[in-house]
């Protein structure tokens, strides 16, 4: 450390990273003033950082960043072939809109299913908007109720998708496999928030009615038919993806996977719409390009974490807190480390995990903490942070909804916080 200060001056870059994290700068930025002001404080050399960079390419955080980039990717594929859009009319069609709860249910299922697809929250929301609004619309369905479908129901796309960045992280950091982390972790905090959200639409809803409601309006036709080459598309990109899911489960695959399974549905499911390989590849890059900015962040989050890590400050912060958890008691354990990521930890949520990780790995080791219950913790830590205040996915899923409501949404983020914390207290019990 510079000057020999203690190991604990290493966590300031991270907490005024979690401060700028809330306000309105370039998380790029971000990243890089405190990647460089922790290089000074552990007497990093400066220049010297060409190396770190190169070197951090090739790490687990850029793994992550590059399947966001890839998600992005196939999300303009299938929006381009029509696959995206018959998805949401077939499952709106199937379930059904003809009452306030039934078009609650359609869009969530949507949202979820098409969120879990892609790993991605504003891209899927983005592409299932102008379709959805519409057809809820008719029925009476107003802007604040389906901001909160958007966000409750989206988001739990990410808890359960087979590559979306959040599962990979976590079933990297945790040494899971898919249905070991779905059972343990995923399925439980998904059910947890679908039915919170599900609640608090229709509450919600039959408090915004006659207050909020949508105007111009275009009229779509659910019973639209798709042309043939979407159709088709449609039946390749499922066929597929869970033929790939399928084996990736079966020879118990990596992270590294989903680079694989993005690429080869995307190629598929072009070549099923009849798209040349040249438009193929020119909407896969025009489609990554909107997430190059998350994937330059990991990039870059990837030495800012481990010289925090070398200097030794995530020990001297466990050696502080051992007091608290010294009792071995592994239901303290819990609620504080949940509560750490939730409240404590800003910034995207893969990154949350990573931190949460190295700060809390030993404790979980020396309590004898399950490796479900951790990655539970760590899905809600780095997860529901975005429901306990108003930022920037919050804020994203209303613009997509329409909706000027803050208030209701402060209100069911709240609620799916506490729950959310309820189910660690239970899940905790049981080792």
């Not at 275009?218 to 038919?225: L, M, Q, S, Y």
């Not at 790939?244 to 690429?263: D, Q, R």
């Amino acid at each position: 450390m510079l000057f020999g200060i203690s190991p604990l001056f290493a966590l300031l870059p991270l907490i005024l990273y979690i401060v700028l994290a809330f306000k309105d700068i370039n998380p790029i930025l971000n990243v890089l003033l405190c990647v460089i002001i922790t290089a000074i404080l552990t007497n990093k050399p400066l220049l010297g950082m060409g190396a770190v960079i190169a070197e951090s390419l090739g790490s687990f955080l850029s793994l992550i960043g590059f399947i966001i980039l890839l998600g992005s990717a196939l999300g303009a594929i299938l929006k381009k072939t029509g696959v995206a859009e018959n998805i949401v009319r077939g499952v709106m069609k199937k379930i059904g809109i003809n009452t306030e709860k039934k078009a609650i249910l359609s869009s969530m299922v949507t949202s979820m299913v098409l969120t879990a697809l892609l790993g991605t929250l504003a891209g899927a929301n983005a592409i299932i908007a102008p379709i959805v609004i519409p057809l809820v619309a008719a029925i009476g369905i107003t802007p604040s109720a389906l901001a909160v479908v958007f966000m409750g129901a989206g988001l739990t796309g990410l808890f359960i998708g087979p590559f979306s960045p959040q599962v990979v992280t976590i079933m990297g950091l945790t040494g899971l496999s898919y249905g070991q982390y779905l059972v343990g972790a995923g399925l439980p905090v998904t059910v947890v928030c679908l039915v919170t959200t599900y609640i608090m639409a229709n509450r919600i809803q039959g408090e915004t009615k006659g207050v909020y409601a949508y105007e111009n309006v275009e009229n779509i036709d659910v019973d639209k038919k798709s042309t043939q080459e979407a159709t088709r598309a449609t039946y390749a990109f499922l066929i597929s993806l869970t033929l790939l899911i399928i084996y990736g489960i079966y020879v118990k695959s990596g992270a590294s996977y989903a680079v694989v399974v993005m690429f080869t549905a995307a190629i598929v499911t072009g070549i099923a719409a009849k798209l040349s390989l040249n438009d193929i590849f020119d909407t896969l890059v025009q489609g990554a390009s909107r997430m190059m900015w998350l994937f330059i962040m990991f990039v870059l989050f990837n030495p800012f974490i481990t010289f925090i890590e070398e200097s030794g400050a995530f020990k001297a912060l466990v050696d502080i807190l051992e007091p608290l958890l010294a009792s071995g008691n592994k239901i303290v354990f819990s609620l504080v480390s949940t509560l750490t990521g939730i409240f404590g930890i800003g910034g995207a949520a893969v990154a949350q995990s990573v931190v949460m990780d190295k700060m809390f790995k030993g404790f979980v080791q020396d309590l004898g903490i399950s490796t479900t219950l951790w990655a539970m913790i760590i899905l809600i830590g780095s997860q529901i942070t975005s429901f306990a205040y108003p930022e920037a996915d919050m804020l994203g899923q209303m613009g997509l909804a329409r909706s000027k409501d803050l208030k209701n949404m402060v209100k069911f983020g709240v609620v799916v916080v506490i729950v959310n914390v309820l189910l660690v207290f239970v899940r905790s019990f049981f080792g």
